[in-house]
């Protein structure tokens, strides 16, 4: 199907586009009266997760509500992990956690093979269901998470309080056990991304929300040869091939060169980054995604507006950039602030 606003296509090819595309990290969540209500009515976040049709009421609940250039598909990173039998739940205060964590050789090839067809069918029947009802409106994105975050889930049992001790020790105690996980995940979320390019999704993105937690060897190691690898997958394929690709290292800006030499189409930025740096040191190969400080959503409207119109500034003239944030929206910035960013992005 066509799409009738192509505006982070064309941005994503770095071709001159109608405007200035923006959509939000945790664009649907908790932030919006509409979603708190829809996830009391499926009861917990993960029953919402795996109803098809409520989420895709919740991808479509920011994108009826502001003029935004894409919807993401409403799901996980987690997914994977729980589908390979781990046992994800969420615990009030302390995010994500598993029944089981990855701890010896054994336990990696203990995990089954993932075929997303039968192991997430839910998350594709979503996608369709998605798409079904944006017909054409927007581009959908649909993600997954990369393999070095999903392993330190996986390694930690959960969060680890963000700092990720276990998993950070792992990739010197036990780097072959690390080798074996991220290598596995690589596989699966190979599987899962060309799934959901067959199911629909219209650009495809892949979250290393813990990049930054790798010394440089280990970013090598465990994170960007796995990626390289992951795009090859991808790309084998003669459908999701042809789907852009964003990849978002958060906590990495130092190694923007090494991920933009890889084969994908936009890296996003966490809040840290200067982007005009980020736009002259990788800015001719890949298009940039970002990055306003989601802190900066609680500014008084013209400190708010002052802060995005020097973004784009920063930015400079000619294609390629996607407004978006440096991070997730948190869950208590006022929905009017939101309104007020999609605003100030589309008169530039
Ligand atoms: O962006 C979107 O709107 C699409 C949906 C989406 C969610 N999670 C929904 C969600 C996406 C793209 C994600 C990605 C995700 N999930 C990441 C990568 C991005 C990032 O934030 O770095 C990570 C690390 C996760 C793992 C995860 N899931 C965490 C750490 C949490 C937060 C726990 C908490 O209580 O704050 C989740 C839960 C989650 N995922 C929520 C949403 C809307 C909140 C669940 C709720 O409704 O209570």
Redesign the pocket.
């Known amino acids: 199907m066509k799409l009738e606003n192509r505006c982070l296509i064309q941005a994503l090819r770095r071709e001159p586009a109608d405007r200035r595309p923006v959509w ?7 932030y919006l009266p509409e ?2 209500e829809l ?1 009391s009515r499926a009861g ?2 993960l029953a ?2 795996k109803t098809p049709e409520l989420a895709a009421e ?2 479509l609940q ?1 994108v009826n509500r502001f003029d935004l250039d894409a919807a ?7 997914t994977i992990p729980d589908a390979m039998g781990l046992g994800l739940d ?1 615990r ?5 956690h598993f029944r089981q964590r990855i701890a010896r050789a054994g336990d990696v090839s203990a995990l089954p093979v993932l075929d997303p067809e039968r192991d997430l069918d839910y998350v594709l029947a979503a996608i369709k269901a998605s798409k079904r009802e944006l017909s054409g409106r927007l581009p959908l ?1 649909g ?1 997954a ?1 990369g393999p070095w ?1 999903l392993a330190a ?1 996986m390694l930690e049992g959960g ?1 680890g309080g963000g700092s990720f001790p276990v998993a950070r020790a792992a990739t010197h105690a036990d780097p072959v056990l690390v080798d074996r996980l991220v290598s596995r995940l690589g596989v699966a979320i190979a599987a899962y991304l060309t799934a959901q390019a067959h199911a629909g999704a219209d650009v495809l ?1 892949l ?1 290393e ?2 990049a930054g937690l790798l010394d440089p060897p280990g970013f090598r190691r465990y994170l960007l040869d796995p990626m390289a690898e992951i795009i090859t997958g991808i790309k084998a394929d003669t459908l999701a091939r042809h789907c852009p690709l964003i990849v ?1 290292p ?1 906590g990495a800006a130092q190694h923007l060169v090494s991920l933009a030499a890889l084969d994908l189409d936009a890296l996003g930025l966490d809040w840290t980054v200067p982007l005009g740096t980020a736009r002259t040191a990788v800015g001719a190969k890949v298009a940039l995604q970002g990055n306003l400080d989601p802190a900066a959503l609680y500014a008084p409207e013209p400190r708010l507006r002052a802060a995005i119109r020097a973004l784009c500034a920063e930015y400079g003239p000619g294609p390629g950039h996607i407004f978006n944030l440096g ?3 948190s ?1 208590d910035v006022r929905p009017e602030s939101v309104a007020v960013l999609v605003d100030e992005v589309h008169q530039h």
């Open positions: 939000l990290m945790r664009q649907a969540g908790r979603y708190r996830r917990s976040f919402l997760l919740a991808t920011p993401i598909q409403f799901a996980d990173i987690l969420f009030v205060g302390e995010g994500p994105i993600f998470g975050t889930y969060a993105m979250f929300s813990w978002f958060r991070h997730g929206i869950p």
